[in-house]
C-alpha cells in the first residue's frame, strides 16, 4: 500500500503516461554514434596541433619575433614578459628580456676549430645590427663582440680546465685576473678585459663534461648602447643560466 502512494510511485506512473516518439526517431543507432565521436576526435587532434603551434611559436620567439620594449604606465614602467632560450643539445637554458633576441649574423669565429655552438643575443634590432656592424668603428675591430651583445659559446675543452681556457684560449691570454662565483649551485670561473676599442668584456667558463660553456657580454661606449641594455641587465641574464 505504501508503495502505491510514494512519490517514487505517482513519479513512475506519470511517466508511463508520457507519449514517445517512435524509436527510430530517437533511440540512437551505431551510424549516429559515430559522428559524435568522430567530431569529438577531430576536435581533440584540431587542439593538440593547435597546442604544438603556440608552444612552437613560443620556443622561436626569442628567434624571430622584434624587441618588444618596456612601456610606461601612470608613470610606471611595465616590462613584457621575459623568453625562456633554452638549448637542449648542449643542456642550458637563460631567462631572457624580450627586447633582446638572437642574431641571425653567422659568427666571426665560425669556422674556428673546437667551436660547436655560437649563439649572441642583441638589443639591437636587424636594420641597427646591420647598421653597427657595417659602421667604420665596428669593422675596425673585427673578433670583438660587439659592444652592448651577449655572447654564448660552446667549444672542445680539449682537456683544459676553465681556468686554463680563460688565459691560454680566451681574451685573458694577455693580462687580467682570475675570479670565480656560484651561480644556481654551479662554479664559473670569471675574468674581464679591455679591448682595443676599449670596450670591457666580462666573461664566465663553466666546464661541461668533455665541452667548455663560455658566456661573455661586452660593456662598450654610451652612445652604442641600444635602448633598455644595461650592464646590469647582461649579468642578470648571464646569472639567469640554468644547467641540466
Request: aromatic share 8%.
Amino acid at each position: 500500500m505504501f508503495r502505491q502512494n510514494s512519490l517514487e510511485a505517482i513519479f513512475e506512473r506519470d511517466l508511463d503516461q508520457l507519449p514517445l516518439p517512435d524509436a527510430d526517431r530517437w533511440v540512437p543507432t551505431e551510424k549516429r554514434d559515430l559522428v559524435p565521436v568522430a567530431a569529438v576526435a577531430a576536435f581533440a587532434i584540431f587542439l593538440m596541433v593547435g597546442l604544438v603551434t603556440v608552444a612552437g611559436m613560443r620556443a622561436s620567439s626569442v628567434l624571430a619575433s622584434p624587441p618588444v620594449r618596456p612601456t610606461s604606465s601612470g608613470g610606471r614602467l611595465i616590462g613584457p614578459l621575459p623568453n625562456e632560450y633554452r638549448n637542449t643539445e648542449f643542456g642550458y637554458n637563460l631567462t631572457v628580456p624580450a627586447w633582446l633576441r638572437v642574431s641571425d649574423v653567422p659568427p666571426a669565429n665560425a669556422a674556428a676549430k673546437g667551436l660547436l655552438r655560437s649563439v649572441r643575443f642583441t638589443g639591437r634590432n636587424p636594420e641597427q645590427e646591420r647598421a653597427f656592424l657595417a659602421s667604420a668603428g665596428a669593422a675596425s675591430r673585427a673578433g670583438e663582440i660587439p659592444s652592448w651583445d651577449l655572447v654564448i659559446d660552446v667549444w672542445q675543452r680539449d682537456g683544459l680546465s676553465a681556468e686554463q681556457w680563460a688565459s691560454q684560449r680566451d681574451g685573458c691570454a694577455s693580462s687580467c685576473t682570475l675570479g670565480s662565483t656560484v651561480i644556481h649551485g654551479t662554479t664559473a670561473v670569471t675574468t674581464e678585459w679591455t679591448e682595443p676599442s676599449g670596450a670591457t668584456v666580462h666573461a664566465f667558463y663553466f666546464e661541461r663534461g668533455p665541452n667548455i660553456l663560455v658566456l661573455r657580454y661586452a660593456i662598450g661606449a654610451e652612445g652604442e648602447r641600444p635602448q633598455d641594455v644595461t650592464a646590469t641587465l647582461l649579468d642578470q641574464v648571464v646569472r639567469s643560466i640554468g644547467l641540466v
